[in-house]
Each structure stands twice: as C-alpha cells, then as structure tokens.
C-alpha cells in the first residue's frame, strides 16, 4: 500500500449538501478500493489563482490516504467523469513527505486548540 494525496477542487455553484455529498461519494470510492483514510481536510472556498471553467473560485478539498496503486488510475477517472470537480492532483508520498504532513496536521491540531 501507497501513501497519496490527493487535492480537489468543487464547483463553487454547489450547495453545502452536494459539497458534502461529492467529497463522501469519493471517500466511499477509495474505501470500497481498500483504502485507509489518513486525514480528510475541507480548506473552504478559495479564490483560483485564474478562471476554471469561467469560475473565479472553487471550494477545495485535501485527502491523504494509503491503497493499492492501481486504486489511483480508477479514482482520476472517476473525478475526470464527474462535472463537479474543476481539477484534481494526486500525489505519491515518499516516507518524508508522510513525516512532513503528520508535523502539518498536529500544527494544524494545535492551532485549533
């Protein structure tokens, strides 16, 4: 098992249900592929640095995760299909940027606190 991560953007013309929908729909999609949910994080609805799809801005989404590889190939095309997501980027993370993102999050944790 792999570890990646992978960042979304959704179409900011949806409502909070459908948000919450798409990114459940994805999540239960990398499960049912045997995938271990690492981390999930909703950073909120963001101005793009220039227009997708003649949109100004997109709420983004952030999963880090661990599955078989060939999980990967199936999960783009999934995102490619679907006409809320504007874009996608999954990354592979070797053993430092796993160690990065763990100090990342317990930063994020004690921010919160």
């Given at each position: 098992?792999?570890?990646y991560e992978t960042v979304f953007i959704l179409n900011p013309v949806l409502s909070e249900t459908q948000v919450k929908e798409t990114v459940t729909k994805f999540e239960d999609f990398l499960v049912a592929?045997?995938?271990?949910?690492?981390?999930?994080?909703?950073?909120?609805?963001?101005?793009?640095?220039?227009?997708?799809?003649?949109?100004?801005?997109?709420?983004?989404?952030?999963?880090?995760?661990?599955?078989?590889?060939?999980?990967?190939?199936?999960?783009?095309?999934?995102?490619?299909?679907?006409?809320?997501?504007?874009?996608?980027?999954?990354?592979?993370?070797?053993?430092?940027?796993?160690?990065?993102?763990?100090?990342?999050?317990?930063?994020?944790?004690?921010?919160?606190?």
């Amino acid at each position: 098992m792999n570890n990646y991560e992978t960042v979304f953007i959704l179409n900011p013309v949806l409502s909070e249900t459908q948000v919450k929908e798409t990114v459940t729909k994805f999540e239960d999609f990398l499960v049912a592929r045997g995938a271990k949910m690492i981390a999930k994080e909703d950073w909120g609805l963001k101005k793009l640095a220039y227009e997708i799809q003649k949109k100004k801005s997109g709420f983004y989404h952030l999963f880090e995760y661990q599955v078989p590889g060939s999980a990967i190939k199936e999960l783009e095309t999934e995102f490619r299909r679907d006409e809320r997501i504007m874009r996608f980027l999954t990354v592979s993370l070797d053993k430092h940027a796993v160690s990065w993102a763990e100090r990342r999050r317990e930063k994020l944790k004690t921010k919160k606190a």
